[in-house]
């Protein structure tokens, strides 16, 4: 792994727990497992077994490890549980229902050109109104500006998509309610004192989030502030309650780890909640844009939902920015009519430096089309090079 030096890869390596081992510390980091998903909740529950590194264990530490790209052996290593005792959200990694002996076979395939990267694993069902509201039900003596702070971090999910927040005083009529919290608070998910979990968000249509008040909150919207960082975690969770699950990229708001000082979203995070709200194209517009951008060699997506099915022309215009400054002869962007109703349109261009054989997800695609459907999603990317910059409008027009 790149993130640790080579010199201290032996010693993370080291063994702490393995198939056959018992104790203790099996039972604990086996019941933490099983709060976050990865192992199977029931079963036998007798000390027996608890304490018992069974090879459901083993699974379970495998897809963990899987899920946030350590080397995968099932093994409990120093690295592993490392990361297992991280400051983090509450919030299952897997959520309930999920096969998790499928899952175990999937994940040696994540991260493969085939792997669709335009949505999070795991995202529940959205809201059905794109105007919401939300209450801010109790405060925390450890803050003044909490109120604010809250209203921020949803002002940075109305900033990248089409929702709009309204906060009201009165839990009548209010869809989210956000309030601190601690210990067991009846909602099935109690709080663990200082540290570790520091609040957890449900989904559509829940509506619940809850800030652990157990740990000393600060408002970091200016810098840094010292204790735990409410605007991070209130972007975090407030993604859970639009109905977003765990990104696996640590560059992301939804990366289940706190990240003090983190306050914009990832290109991740973005497509992950258009993918839930889409811009719509009203009943009666002819023409409808949206704005994408990718940084750094990234791809960025939007989606566009008629309501129902019509004729149209969709088409993009792209320019973009090389921050070295060193223009190669192939830099290029591209904004692509990627998909409409969730298929792959036909590819315009494949093979070579830059693009996949024929059919893959890294084909090029046509820059105009039309066509019949309910969605268009476009694609913006760029070729050869790292460090460009792309910035593009999407235009769909009905023809009907
Ligand atoms: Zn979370
Ligand atoms: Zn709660």
């Avoid at 499928?102 to 792997?115: I, M, P, Y």
């Avoid at 914009?264 to 023409?287: H, K, M, T, V, W």
């Avoid at 409808?288 to 951008?293: E, H, Q, R, S």
Wanted: charged letters at 20%; proline letters at 4%.
């Amino acid at each position: 792994m790149s993130k640790y030096p080579a010199e201290r890869a032996q010693q993370l390596a080291k063994i702490v727990h393995r198939e056959g081992a018992r104790g203790a510390g099996v039972a604990l980091v086996k019941q933490l497992l099983t709060r976050l998903g990865y192992h199977p909740a029931g079963g036998k529950t007798d000390l027996y077994s608890a304490d018992l590194y069974d090879a459901d264990m083993t699974r379970a530490v495998r897809l963990f490890q899987a899920y946030f790209h350590l080397p995968v052996t099932g093994n409990l290593d120093v690295q592993t549980l490392k990361l297992l005792r991280q400051p983090r959200c509450g919030v299952r990694d897997i959520p309930e229902g999920v096969d998790l002996k499928a899952l175990d076979e999937s994940l040696g395939n994540a991260g493969s050109e085939t792997d669709d990267p335009f949505t999070f694993r795991f995202n529940s069902g959205p809201w059905e109104s794109y105007d919401l509201r939300y209450q801010v039900y109790n405060g925390s003596p450890d803050l003044t500006t909490e109120v604010e702070c809250i209203d921020a971090a949803f002002q940075v999910w109305a900033a990248a998509s089409p929702l709009h927040f309204t906060r009201v005083n009165t839990a009548d009529g209010a869809d989210i309610r956000l309030g601190f919290e601690s210990g067991d608070h009846g909602d099935g998910s109690p709080f663990d004192g200082p540290g570790h979990i520091l609040a957890h968000g449900f989904y559509p249509r829940n509506g619940r989030v809850h800030f652990d008040e157990a740990e000393t909150w600060r408002d970091w919207r200016f810098g840094d502030a010292g204790g735990e960082d409410l605007f991070h975690v209130a972007i975090h969770e407030i993604g859970h309650a639009l109905g977003l699950g765990h990104s696996r990229l640590d560059s992301t708001i939804m990366y289940p780890f706190a990240h003090n000082g983190r306050h914009a979203l990832a290109e991740e995070d973005i497509r992950g909640i258009l993918s839930l709200y889409p811009f719509r194209a009203g009943a009666s517009a002819r023409a409808t844009v949206v704005n994408l951008w990718a940084f750094a060699g990234g791809t960025g997506s939007a989606l566009v939902d008629f309501g129902r099915r019509r004729r149209f022309l969709a088409f993009g215009q792209t320019t973009f920015v090389d921050a070295l400054g060193d223009y190669d002869r192939d830099n290029a962007c591209a904004l692509d009519v990627f998909r409409v109703d969730g298929e792959l349109v036909g590819n315009v261009g494949y093979g070579g430096d830059h693009l996949g054989t024929n059919g893959a997800p890294s084909n090029l695609f046509p820059g105009a089309y039309i066509g019949v459907g309910r969605t268009v999603q476009f694609r913006l990317s760029t070729f050869h090079s790292s460090d460009l910059s792309a910035y593009g409008s999407g235009c769909v027009l009905a023809l009907d």
